[in-house]
């Protein structure tokens, strides 16, 4: 069973908004330690983009989203979000979920693809005018 359904990529033009979802599915999101996103461009690494622990409330993002990025969660619909605005020609990748075994987010940003339990199957972004 896929652990989580994610959409809402897509293509947008620079300055425009998108909010990636990540359904959970067979397990209960709000038990897990933290959630996060990630990203992997073309010829890239995946990096951590933000982390947010349902422990103690810690978030962290990258520094080139930060203020335009936001992760939530919503128990009811056991859903994770990306709320991403103000996307530029630098954001586009595909972006992954997933949940994290850390109780706090302090410190985990260069480290969270070392502690995922379920990964998403990726969701593309393509920023283009």
């Known amino acids: 069973q896929v652990p989580f359904v994610e959409s809402g990529g897509g293509l947008v033009q620079p300055g425009g908004s998108l909010r990636l979802s990540c359904a959970a599915s067979?397990?209960?999101?709000?038990?897990?330690?933290?959630i996060g996103w990630f990203r992997q461009a073309p010829g890239k690494e995946r990096e951590g983009v933000s982390c947010?622990?349902?422990?103690?409330?810690?978030?962290e993002s990258e520094d080139s989203v930060k203020g335009r990025f936001t992760i939530s969660r919503d128990n009811a619909k056991n859903t994770m979000f990306l709320q991403m605005n103000s996307l530029k020609p630098e954001d586009p990748a595909v972006y992954y979920c997933?949940?994290?075994?850390?109780?706090?987010?302090?410190?985990?940003?260069?480290?969270?693809?070392?502690?995922?339990?379920?990964w998403g199957q990726g969701t593309q972004v393509t920023v283009s005018s």
């Open positions: 997933a949940t994290l075994f850390a109780r706090s987010c302090n410190g985990m940003l260069a480290h969270m693809g070392r502690v995922v339990d379920y």
């Open positions: 067979g397990f209960t999101l709000e038990n897990s330690y933290s």
């Open positions: 947010l622990s349902l422990r103690d409330g810690s978030t």
